[in-house]
């Protein structure tokens, strides 16, 4: 607002305006650099502009839009909007024996803790660090402290994701959409609301009246925007509506609300395409980087899978576009050209199921030779 009050503005306006007043009495003023006027002038600018800057600065945390986040965190306070804080990662332990609930083990620089037995010789492990950074590694645990007999320890799969602190655009969203759309009661802006701050969930698309009255059906991702764990579907479904205790409003859903939790299903996608090659490249020097292209791609969409617009038509779906493909493709180095690119076989764009993200399959071409 107050972009054209510049030093360099504001020092001009000031030395004119004493120039002026000066020559209605009939007087001439040295205003040159090394003046005294100028030393007055310039030092009366800077703290001026100084003053502009910091009204500025009060005006943009004045408005959601444009605050920053210590501001924007007080301003969703006052609406009883609360940043999710980060959350630490639930891993799958595999061992040679059994071993006792709390033993702690290390893995580069994160330390694991057994929370909970799930089977012979496998347990639920709690990263002590929050964040997203407890799905990353796996691989062979070291014991912090000695457990006789065991012979090893792996760190395998993500049962529920670690979270980073909520992102300041994810936050300042939430602010507008709870303006926007009142959750209350059970609608379908309070499953939102309510689901997506279970930790380890990324996004959830609420089916009403699914299977009658009275029924609701939740369909989740987790917060790496993968299918979720069977552990996080039943995390989810014991805080919305715990079995056998369906209706009775023992969780987060209201009394006579029937709720069904289920996750979102993998659909792949088999791409073949024919590539041409800048001299020096084939196929296999090129595979890694298409393989990596193709999964951020699908990665996007399946951030996206539940801003689709279901709420109107429930059947609404994600779309793998070969148009996208293609393009991102061709931004690769040592790609020249591209075509007859098909997904699952046809020559057009692929319609996955309302509640399916993508995933890569066989990535095939028709070799060509310049």
């Avoid at 715990?242 to 209706?247: T, V």
Wanted: charge should be negative; proline fraction near 4%; include cysteine.
């Amino acid at each position: 607002m107050y972009e054209d009050k510049t030093y360099e503005k504001l020092l001009q306006a000031k030395i004119d305006f004493v120039k002026n007043l000066a020559r209605e009495q009939g007087h001439t003023i040295d205003t040159r650099t090394a003046s005294m006027i100028y030393f007055a002038l310039a030092g009366n600018a800077v703290e001026t502009a100084q003053t502009f800057i910091e009204i500025d600065q009060v005006l943009n945390e004045s408005f959601a839009d444009t605050q920053t986040r210590d501001f924007l965190i007080r301003r969703c306070r006052e609406r009883g909007i609360i940043v999710y804080p980060a959350a630490r990662a639930i891993r799958k332990g595999e061992f040679s024996k059994d071993i006792p609930i709390g033993a702690r083990f290390s893995l580069e620089k994160l330390n694991y803790a057994a929370i909970n037995k799930i089977d012979d010789y496998s347990y639920e492990m709690e990263c002590e660090t929050p964040g997203n950074i407890g799905n990353l590694e796996s691989g062979a645990l070291v014991p912090i402290e000695y457990i006789d007999g065991l012979e090893w320890a792996q760190l395998t799969d993500v049962l529920i994701p670690g979270e980073d602190d909520e992102p300041t655009k994810h936050l300042r969203k939430r602010y507008f959409d709870n303006l926007n759309t009142l959750a209350f009661g059970g609608n379908i802006q309070d499953y939102v609301e309510k689901t997506n701050k279970i930790a380890g969930v990324g996004g959830v698309k609420v089916y009403p009246v699914w299977n009658g009255g009275g029924t609701v059906k939740l369909v989740i991702s987790d917060s790496q925007h993968k299918k979720p764990s069977e552990m996080l579907v039943e995390a989810v479904q014991t805080a919305i509506d715990p079995i056998p205790n369906n209706g009775k409003g023992l969780g987060i859903a209201p009394i006579g609300h029937v709720v069904t939790v289920e996750g979102v299903e993998y659909e792949t996608i088999d791409i073949s395409t024919e590539l041409f090659f800048i001299g020096g490249w084939d196929f296999d020097a090129i595979l890694p980087y298409l393989e990596t292209v193709i999964d951020d791609y699908f990665e996007e969409l399946a951030a996206g899978w539940d801003k689709v617009d279901w709420r109107i038509d429930g059947n609404a779906t994600l779309v793998v576009r070969i148009s996208q493909l293609e393009t991102r493709i061709l931004a690769l180095t040592g790609i020249l050209d591209i075509r007859n690119t098909t997904l699952n076989g046809v020559a057009q764009n692929a319609t996955l199921s309302p509640n399916s993200i993508p995933i890569r399959g066989n990535l095939t071409h028709e070799q060509t030779l310049d």
